[in-house]
């Protein structure tokens, strides 16, 4: 019963509360109105928007690490071994498997690119030489996995019935790299000159190994002249900084039989997730032939820690945003509390309450919040997402995007709607609180 | 009805402390008509405050309708004048975003009174005061003699047992301040004890009483048998 009564009471503040303060956001000034909302729409977005940028510069690594290098699910050698073991047992069970939209199979092998070595004027000198990776791949596949085509700022892919063709990376050449003051970037290299290629390592392995040890030969690798095709630039690093020849080329150059790849690059198909996609493929035991990660489990260790310190320096500036969102709205409602002073304590002369008359504070702070926040939500999702989106910001190592999550976006409007009617309530507590025959008198 | 015993008020500012009220003893009854007059720092406002719950004397006993109410705590107090007095102030002080209605209507929305019983009884109430029509005006859009109409209005729309009345024609002019007082009047005769703080003798024509403050004192009381 008394709970009841209770309950009542509070029903006849928030009545009243609600009575007052709607007339009083409806019929106070329009321009008071606009100023706070404007102030809470600002807010908002700084809450959501500098650290959506942060993460977005990160998170567009991240989205072409997957899209151009990684794939959904990447399979990598396991640490203990040089190749993926069984590749053709695994690229068997991921032509049969129905979540499998596409795949590429690549053999990575450290190598020699030489350039120059036709028309240098002083032959006693060595010609420009670098030692890269090179990426076999099966053209096709390649293509049809990741598109690295789109990545040829001059020149042309490679085709699966050509052969003697190689694609550089950029960041290898003087005319493109951004890095020349950390190395010596190859001159000259243009579409259509040649580039010897001395593949490494790899080619001594099984039979190549027995036939090295037979002939007495110490070269641990072949060297083959191939036609620069294509010139890739990308702003995933691994792409820029490789070389890319074609699977027919690899075996042919280094006399390999082994079908043992270096990676796998797997896109599953849109009804399934990462982590399921991963389950699936270690449920037919990948992981003891591969070491198998998602997409986020492969993003290489300094980009996790740069998105990590950018959350936070985000964080940091949202909650920056919010002190001075929730001083803003304090000083606003206190000086809209303080001038009506003597009609508060009118109101208490005869007979309000003092929480309704609060309420009505806090309803303004809501209406405030709620209209602030709204359209915050309107321009971020409206406007800022999709032009990032169409528009991303062009860093050096990704394409920033803005990130602004449902979830967390929802928890930060949580979050300063919250503050916004503490700040609300916190002045006009101290304003009713006052003696009422004070207030009236103004004294 | 009110019962005042050997009120005292003193304000205290820093070191200086000032007795507005010396030690006040009186009673007024039901259905009383009482004014209270003095000059200029007499006392009179504060000694209205007093007795009105509107600030709490330095000593003393004040019943009001059989409750002490020096006993009660500060949202009892808001309670009892929510319930139990009306209040019409010099200025006024309508709430300037509200209309006349819903000024008039704040004290039973607070009682918690259903909306249509709202607006039946705030616009009789309006009507009753000579200002029909008037509802949706905002206390800008009326005039001062208006305005404290309204404010009698609000003050009587919860049927008070006492009304407090602090100085009602000091911002009126002559037309305006009979029209309030002759309001008073019809009140009266109708049975509502009013206490009226005034300084104009002319406006006690139609009070049963007048106390005399002088420097926190009561120094007479004048029955008027034959108003």
Same mark, same amino acid.
């Given at each position: 019963?008394?709970?009841?009564?209770?309950?009542?009471?509070?029903?006849?503040?928030?009545?009243?509360?609600?009575?007052?303060?709607?007339?009083?956001?409806?019929?106070?000034?329009?321009?008071?109105?606009?100023?706070?909302?404007?102030?809470?729409?600002?807010?908002?977005?700084?809450?959501?928007?500098? %650290?959506?940028?942060?993460?977005?510069?990160?998170?567009?690594?991240?989205?072409?690490?997957?899209?151009?290098?990684?794939?959904?699910?990447?399979?990598?050698?396991?640490?203990?071994?040089?190749?993926?073991?069984?590749?053709?047992?695994?690229?068997?069970?991921?032509?049969?498997?129905?979540?499998?939209?596409?795949?590429?199979?690549?053999?990575?092998?450290?190598?020699?690119?030489?350039?120059?070595?036709?028309?240098?004027?002083? =032959?006693?000198?060595?010609?420009?030489?670098?030692?890269?990776?090179?990426?076999?791949?099966?053209?096709?596949?390649?293509?049809?996995?990741?598109?690295?085509?789109?990545?040829?700022?001059?020149?042309?892919?490679?085709?699966?019935?050509?052969?003697?063709?190689?694609?550089?990376?950029?960041?290898?050449?003087?005319?493109?790299?951004?890095?020349?003051?950390?190395?010596? %970037?190859?001159?000259?290299?243009?579409?259509?000159?040649?580039?010897?290629?001395?593949?490494?390592?790899?080619?001594?392995?099984?039979?190549?190994?027995?036939?090295?040890?037979?002939?007495?030969?110490?070269?641990?690798?072949?060297?083959?002249?191939?036609?620069?095709?294509?010139?890739?630039?990308?702003?995933?690093?691994?792409?820029?900084?490789?070389?890319?020849?074609?699977?027919?080329?690899?075996?042919?150059?280094?006399?390999?039989?082994?079908?043992?790849?270096?990676?796998?690059?797997?896109?599953?198909?849109?009804?399934?997730?990462?982590?399921?996609?991963?389950?699936?493929?270690?449920?037919?035991?990948?992981?003891?032939?591969?070491?198998?990660?998602?997409?986020?489990?492969?993003?290489?260790? =300094?980009?996790?820690?740069?998105?990590?310190?950018?959350?936070?320096?985000?964080?940091?500036?949202?909650?920056?945003?919010?002190?001075?969102?929730?001083?803003?709205?304090?000083?606003?409602?206190?000086?809209?509390?303080?001038?009506?002073?003597?009609?508060?304590?009118?109101?208490?002369?005869?007979?309000?309450?003092?929480?309704?008359?609060?309420?009505?504070?806090?309803?303004?702070?809501?209406?405030?919040?709620?209209?602030?926040?709204?359209?915050?939500?309107?321009?971020?999702?409206?406007?800022?997402?999709?032009?990032?989106?169409?528009?991303?910001?062009?860093?050096?190592?990704?394409?920033?995007?803005?990130?602004?999550?449902?979830?967390?976006?929802?928890?930060?409007?949580?979050?300063?709607?919250?503050?916004?009617?503490?700040?609300?309530?916190? %002045?006009?507590?101290?304003?009713?609180?006052?003696?009422?025959?004070?207030?009236?008198?103004?004294? | 009805?009110?019962?005042?015993?050997?009120?005292?008020?003193?304000?205290?500012?820093?070191?200086?402390?000032?007795? +507005?009220?010396?030690?006040?003893?009186?009673?007024?009854?039901?259905?009383?008509?009482?004014?209270?007059?003095?000059?200029?720092?007499?006392?009179?406002?504060?000694?209205?405050?007093?007795?009105?719950?509107?600030?709490?004397?330095?000593?003393?006993?004040?019943?009001?309708?059989? +409750?002490?109410?020096?006993?009660?705590?500060?949202?009892?107090?808001?309670?009892?004048?929510?319930?139990?007095?009306?209040?019409?102030?010099?200025?006024?002080?309508? +709430?300037?975003?509200?209309?006349?209605?819903?000024? +008039?209507?704040?004290?039973?929305?607070?009682?918690?009174?259903?909306?249509?019983?709202?607006?039946?009884?705030?616009?009789?109430?309006?009507?009753?005061?000579?200002?029909?029509?008037?509802?949706?005006?905002?206390?800008?859009?009326?005039?001062?003699?208006?305005?404290?109409?309204?404010?009698?209005?609000?003050?009587?729309?919860?049927?008070?047992?006492?009304?407090?009345?602090?100085?009602?024609?000091?911002?009126?002019?002559?037309?305006?301040?009979?029209?309030?007082?002759?309001?008073?009047?019809?009140?009266?005769?109708?049975?509502?004890?009013?206490?009226?703080?005034?300084?104009?003798?002319?406006?006690?024509?139609?009070?049963?009483?007048?106390?005399?403050?002088?420097?926190?004192?009561?120094?007479?009381?004048?029955?008027?048998?034959?108003?």
């Amino acid at each position: 019963m008394r709970l009841v009564t209770i309950i009542e009471k509070y029903l006849r503040f928030i009545r009243v509360g609600s009575f007052l303060g709607i007339r009083q956001i409806l019929r106070g000034s329009i321009w008071i109105n606009i100023l706070i909302i404007s102030i809470m729409t600002l807010t908002f977005l700084s809450l959501v928007v500098i %650290p959506g940028i942060l993460i977005g510069l990160t998170e567009g690594s991240f989205e072409q690490n997957r899209e151009y290098l990684t794939g959904d699910v990447y399979l990598t050698t396991l640490p203990e071994y040089s190749s993926i073991i069984n590749t053709q047992n695994i690229v068997r069970v991921l032509d049969i498997l129905p979540e499998v939209d596409r795949y590429s199979v690549r053999y990575k092998i450290g190598s020699t690119v030489e350039v120059g070595y036709i028309d240098r004027e002083d =032959f006693t000198k060595d010609s420009e030489s670098l030692s890269v990776s090179a990426y076999a791949i099966d053209p096709k596949k390649e293509e049809e996995t990741t598109g690295l085509s789109r990545f040829l700022v001059e020149g042309s892919m490679l085709k699966n019935d050509e052969s003697g063709y190689v694609l550089i990376g950029s960041t290898l050449l003087e005319e493109y790299s951004a890095f020349s003051d950390l190395f010596e %970037p190859l001159k000259g290299v243009e579409v259509g000159r040649p580039a010897k290629i001395t593949l490494q390592g790899a080619a001594l392995e099984g039979l190549e190994r027995d036939r090295a040890l037979v002939s007495g030969s110490a070269q641990t690798g072949q060297t083959s002249e191939f036609i620069v095709k294509g010139i890739i630039d990308s702003k995933v690093g691994e792409l820029s900084s490789s070389l890319f020849i074609t699977e027919q080329d690899y075996r042919r150059v280094s006399q390999k039989t082994s079908l043992q790849a270096q990676e796998i690059v797997i896109k599953h198909t849109q009804n399934v997730s990462d982590e399921r996609f991963k389950e699936i493929v270690l449920s037919y035991g990948f992981g003891e032939y591969a070491k198998v990660r998602t997409a986020t489990e492969a993003i290489p260790k =300094f980009l996790a820690d740069v998105q990590q310190t950018f959350g936070l320096l985000g964080n940091m500036i949202g909650f920056i945003g919010i002190v001075v969102s929730s001083i803003t709205i304090f000083i606003v409602i206190y000086i809209n509390a303080l001038v009506r002073r003597k009609f508060i304590g009118i109101l208490k002369g005869i007979g309000i309450s003092e929480r309704a008359i609060e309420f009505a504070y806090i309803m303004q702070s809501v209406f405030y919040a709620l209209i602030g926040i709204g359209l915050g939500l309107l321009i971020l999702y409206g406007l800022l997402v999709p032009y990032f989106f169409q528009n991303p910001i062009d860093f050096p190592f990704s394409d920033g995007i803005l990130v602004a999550k449902l979830i967390p976006t929802i928890i930060r409007a949580g979050i300063l709607m919250l503050v916004t009617m503490i700040a609300g309530l916190l %002045p006009a507590r101290i304003i009713v609180r006052q003696n009422t025959l004070d207030s009236i008198l103004q004294r | 009805m009110i019962t005042v015993k050997n009120l005292t008020k003193t304000y205290t500012n820093g070191e200086i402390q000032t007795h +507005v009220l010396k030690g006040i003893d009186m009673n007024i009854t039901q259905g009383e008509f009482v004014a209270i007059m003095g000059k200029s720092g007499a006392g009179k406002s504060t000694l209205l405050y007093q007795i009105g719950l509107l600030d709490i004397p330095t000593s003393g006993t004040i019943d009001v309708g059989g +409750v002490n109410i020096l006993a009660l705590s500060e949202s009892q107090r808001t309670e009892f004048r929510l319930n139990r007095l009306g209040y019409i102030f010099q200025d006024y002080a309508l +709430v300037p975003e509200l209309t006349a209605e819903e000024n +008039v209507s704040m004290p039973l929305l607070m009682q918690g009174i259903d909306d249509t019983e709202i607006k039946k009884r705030s616009r009789k109430i309006i009507d009753d005061i000579g200002m029909e029509g008037k509802y949706r005006n905002r206390p800008n859009q009326l005039s001062g003699g208006q305005q404290q109409r309204v404010s009698i209005a609000r003050a009587m729309v919860q049927a008070p047992e006492i009304l407090f009345a602090d100085e009602p024609t000091a911002n009126l002019d002559a037309a305006s301040s009979a029209a309030v007082i002759d309001l008073l009047r019809d009140l009266h005769e109708k049975g509502q004890t009013i206490v009226m703080v005034t300084h104009e003798p002319e406006y006690t024509k139609y009070c049963d009483r007048i106390i005399y403050l002088e420097d926190g004192l009561i120094t007479s009381h004048d029955y008027k048998f034959n108003k």
